[in-house]
């Protein structure tokens, strides 16, 4: 499968590859059999949705599952996602949402902010598919909101 598989043939070739690796091998799909949170996010205009669960030991992320189904971009970002979860905790992957909504809204990152990124900075590139920023936001928007409400409870 080469070009126009993700539907974004005009992405950087390293960015495009970890899209696409993330979404033919997703990461961290197994379910959890005992998750504190449990989110479910849709997104109507492109048919994507995404399935998040975490276990939380106080305000660390002890397990984490994400899964879904969709477009590329949505399902590789929700992948990139359960792999920026791995040792966090829930403060840190909060400010690591602001970080992704400020890079797809097309904020200038110093390099110490696009170095936290890592991988996920490989979606920058969809901000330039306007109709596709949703899909990338949907697991992130999803996983704020579960993390916000959790600590407004
Ligand atoms: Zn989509």
Redesign the pocket.
């Known amino acids: 499968m080469t070009g126009g598989t993700s539907g974004l043939d005009d992405l950087d070739e390293l960015y495009e590859s970890i899209i696409l690796d993330h979404y033919r091998n997703p990461r961290h799909t197994e379910p959890l059999e005992h998750p504190d949170v449990d989110v479910e996010a849709n997104?109507p205009?492109?048919?994507?949705e995404i399935h998040i669960q975490l276990e939380l030991d106080g305000d660390t992320v002890t397990g984490v599952s994400v899964s879904g189904r969709?477009?590329a971009?949505?399902q590789s970002s929700a992948s990139l996602l359960s792999e920026m979860l791995e040792d966090k905790n829930a403060a840190d992957a909060l400010e690591f949402v602001t970080l992704v909504r400020r890079m797809m809204r097309g904020d200038t990152l110093t390099e110490e902010e696009k170095d936290i990124l890592g991988d996920v900075a490989a979606l920058e590139g969809v901000k330039r598919f306007p109709v596709?920023i949703?899909?990338a936001l949907?697991s992130w928007t999803a996983l704020e909101d579960s993390l916000v409400n959790r600590a407004g409870t």
């Open positions: 997104n205009f492109c048919g994507d969709g477009c971009i949505s596709r949703k899909c949907l």
